[in-house]
């Protein structure tokens, strides 16, 4: 697209004639995915500032340099067009709407927020969807997903450029479907300005990621963006049971819908009865009912099932099809995925990291499992320290057995984070295993019959973050080699 096309009222300030007729093939904000003839803007990150990428930008094609409006940055090179504006990330939010030719208009977005549920929520849409002969793809934790294409996941949410890149090749396949995973971060660093979500869901909202939010109502605040910024026809699904709820009410300002188990909601679920091999319940909307029968263990996920639910009912999917696509989903990956070789007691991975999560999975199993739970748990490092004290005294209180072991360190020493878990500790049933494969081998080896071994925190993820280094860990593998050479 030519650059004077593509900054037509959007670009209030002057720059010479010779640089109009430039035709922008790309618009980056990553100087690793400039090409010739991109368009480089430089964002000021949470780790790094994109002024220092600038040159490199140049060197690999760039023709067109936007900077914010205070940067007095110098460059070498004459033939180079740069521009200057006082809010970067809405301008690239505006020349990414131009460029893609607002995608959102060929396709219904979805977006999912909220501590607990987004991952397993996406893949009951995706199920429900493609039951019905819907073409879905997906962005969210564990991979990004449309057509043919699976693209690793660095964050839940990606930065703007990929998201916008994403929805307009979703379009390119005559996708009809966006379900996206909306992290508090995305909201906050406007990962997702400028998208038009005809539904946003909120799951719940517990302790988490207050590392990087001030408090829990800064953090509240950050999920809220995305009700806030609905359009006046998009559907704002609500759990009604959370105790943010009614704030959010207020807030949204889309069409309000609830789900909840509590509470009179929109979209309810009666006659809940959960077992090790998953859960049925009567699932009651606006003037219909139906019995639903799912794979998914725990009340929990009853919650994420009436989310899926309500966004497909107001979709206008009978609910016949949407029990169909919810009775179809076998599982999640890394979300209480059971592992099964031959043992006589079971073995689960969950990827719950929060204290509400690790209460809500321990409270799951201990409603269907008669045994002992053992339980195999650590905390990220460079993360919220305070969750760490209460998610040890959340697992010795409900676990029976305890190990507490290494996640994701990064760069914090593995030894200061288990004295972190531990200072919450006031039972005597832990042991600490610094060594994350060792732990796990140590709980395999102490199960007896019927008892529950559940190892949580990484779930799907298939490596483990050592410092500067990045390794392969793969849960799933490592259960499964120990088991089968016992």
Same mark, same amino acid.
């Given at each position: ?19 109009? !007729? ?24 949470? /780790? *790094? ?12 094609? &760039? ?7 205070? %940067? ?7 033939? @180079?067009?740069?521009?200057? %504006? ?29 501590? =607990? ?14 039951? *019905? ?47 996206? !995973? ?15 979500? =005809? ?9 988490? /990621? ?27 699904? @609500? ?46 909307? !606006? ?6 029968? %799912?794979?998914?263990?725990?009340? /929990? =996920? ?6 899926? *639910? ?17 009775? /179809? ?69 409900? &676990? ?10 990064? %760069?914090?020493?593995?030894? &200061?984070?288990?004295? +972190? ?11 600490? *295993?610094?060594?994350?494969? !060792? ?7 102490? &199960? ?8 949580? +925190? ?29």
């Amino acid at each position: 697209m030519l650059l004077h096309k593509l900054l037509e009222n959007i670009y209030c300030g002057s720059f010479p004639d010779v640089f109009k !007729e430039i035709d922008i093939t790309s618009i980056c904000s990553d100087s690793r995915e400039v090409q010739k003839g991109s368009l480089f803007i430089a964002l000021k990150g949470y /780790h *790094v500032d994109g002024i220092s990428f600038i040159e490199d930008a140049i060197e690999k094609g &760039a023709r067109v340099i936007v900077t914010e409006a205070q %940067t007095d940055y110098k460059s070498k090179s004459s033939d @180079i067009c740069f521009l200057k %504006t006082e809010d970067p990330q809405g301008f690239l939010a505006k020349i990414l709407m131009r460029f893609y030719q607002t995608p959102w208009e060929k396709i219904k977005i979805i977006g999912v927020t909220g501590t =607990n549920g987004k991952t397993t929520i996406t893949y009951l849409l995706e199920s429900i969807l493609t039951c *019905v002969r819907k073409s879905c793809g997906v962005i969210g934790t564990v991979n990004h997903r449309f057509g043919n294409k699976v693209i690793p996941a660095d964050n839940t949410t990606p930065g703007l450029v990929d998201n916008y890149q994403y929805i307009s090749d979703m379009v390119g396949q005559k996708i009809e479907y966006c379900v996206m !995973e909306v992290s508090s971060h995305a909201l906050t660093q406007r990962r997702v300005e400028g998208i038009d979500f =005809n539904v946003a869901v909120f799951t719940n909202l517990t302790q988490d /990621h207050l590392d990087y939010h001030k408090n829990l109502n800064d953090y509240f605040l950050a999920k809220s963006l995305l009700f806030k910024n609905l359009s006046p026809d998009a559907i704002a699904l @609500i759990n009604h049971d959370d105790s943010y709820a009614e704030e959010l009410f207020s807030l949204s300002q889309g069409k309000i819908k609830t789900y909840g188990i509590k509470k009179d909601s929109s979209i309810m679920a009666k006659d809940i009865i959960l077992s090790l091999a998953g859960s049925t319940f009567n699932l009651i909307t !606006e003037g219909e009912q139906i019995s639903i029968r %799912t794979n998914l263990i725990g009340r /929990h =996920n009853i919650y994420n099932i009436l989310a899926a *639910v309500g966004v497909c009912f107001y979709e206008g999917i009978s609910l016949q099809k949407i029990k169909e696509g919810i009775e /179809h989903l076998v599982g999640v990956p890394g979300r209480l995925e059971r592992i099964q070789c031959g043992q006589d007691f079971n073995v689960f991975i969950d990827y719950a990291h929060t204290e509400d999560a690790l209460k809500n999975i321990l409270s799951s199993i201990r409603e269907v499992c008669s045994g002992r739970i053992v339980l195999v748990f650590g905390c990220g490092g460079d993360r919220d320290q305070d969750k760490r004290p209460k998610m040890g005294k959340i697992a010795c209180d409900m &676990a029976d057995d305890v190990i507490v072991t290494s996640d994701n360190p990064r %760069t914090e020493d593995p030894k &200061a984070i288990i004295d +972190g878990i531990v200072r919450g500790i006031t039972k005597k049933n832990y042991t600490v *295993v610094l060594n994350r494969i !060792e732990a796990i081998h140590l709980a395999l080896d102490i &199960a007896q019959a019927g008892n529950t071994v559940l190892i949580v +925190g990484k779930g799907h993820e298939d490596y483990q973050i050592l410092k500067d280094k990045k390794i392969d860990f793969n849960e799933r593998q490592i259960i499964e080699e120990y088991l089968r050479l016992r």
